[in-house]
């Protein structure tokens, strides 16, 4: 990435009003929710071994819509069980967002919460300092390897602390989607920083079959609305292309173009052939459970 241009996550303010906006403009969670009603539920109900209490571990949780979600699928799916859940969360905005979710929500007393304002690796170095021995029967990870320095080692840690029946949930985008198209194309403008920015379902699936860990795949399609993106000082355009992209400020860092054709995003000229000109960004997110 030129000098100039800064990662994204790095803002948390700019990065969570730009995830605001893709979920608005987007069918994201849309397409997780039905994942999680339809798909989700067969794959909870194999955890646990009958046990009356489990333990989750959320990472990269957000605002925690979906991790509720889960939550309430796993209950359904274990009638009576009560559930210890360690939501791994570096935002202190979203914790806060999803601290007040809870709040509005009767009838969880069946959870105990523990919020863990941390990063995964932080999390990662606390629990081997504590040389904590307990086991998770259910951990989910969903659109966050993007933000680790690495997700294989992510992923093994977070595997090591599953028990026996236990399951591990990935959602990334997939690794033929627009997305990943765009980074395929722009990787060396786009990726280049210490975090795995570019990562997709695709690279996890290889890192899996290296390392012989069984898992299963599903495809998530979602689409994401990006006809703001043409509006030229269109605040709301801005801040989707800065999610789009992962740059802070993208219109206003990135080099000048070298080509014409998308008013509102100065911008490596393939990035103009790959997003602009389309309204609508196809993306398939891809799950994987081991
Ligand atoms: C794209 S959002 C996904 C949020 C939520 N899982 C969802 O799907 O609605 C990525 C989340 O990962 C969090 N995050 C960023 N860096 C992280 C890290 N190193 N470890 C854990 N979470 C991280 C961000 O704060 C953000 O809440």
Known sequence: MASSMKTLVDDDSRYQKSF???????????CMQDFIHHVLPDILASVGNGKSHLNVIGVGSGAGEIDLEILSQL??????????NEVVEPSSQQIQSYRALVSRKPDLDWIKFTWNQMTASEF???????????KADFVHMIQMLYYVKDPG???????????????????????????????????????IS????????????????????????????????????FTKGDEKGELLLDFLTEVQDFSKTAPPRAESGCPAAPAPPGLQRGVC????????????AC
Request: glycine residues 8%.
């Open 20 to 30: 605001e906006l893709f979920l608005e403009s987007s069918t994201e969670h849309q």
């Open 75 to 84: 209950r359904l799916k274990h009638p009576g069980v009560t559930v210890d």
């Open 124 to 134: 990662e170095e606390q629990w081997k300092e504590k040389k904590t021995t307990k």
């Open 153 to 191: 080692a992510t992923i093994s840690f977070f595997q090591s602390l599953l028990n026996k029946s236990g399951k591990l949930l990935i959602i990334l985008v997939s690794g033929e989607g627009g997305w990943a198209k765009l980074w395929k194309a722009y990787k060396d403008q786009l990726c």
């Open 194 to 229: 210490d975090i795995s920015q570019c990562v997709t379902a695709g690279d996890i699936r290889g890192f899996l079959d290296a390392k012989r860990l069984s898992y299963r795949s599903f495809q998530l399609p979602s689409q994401m609305d990006i006809t703001e993106c």
């Open 277 to 288: 000109r389309q309204s609508h960004l196809q993306q398939q997110a891809g799950g994987a």
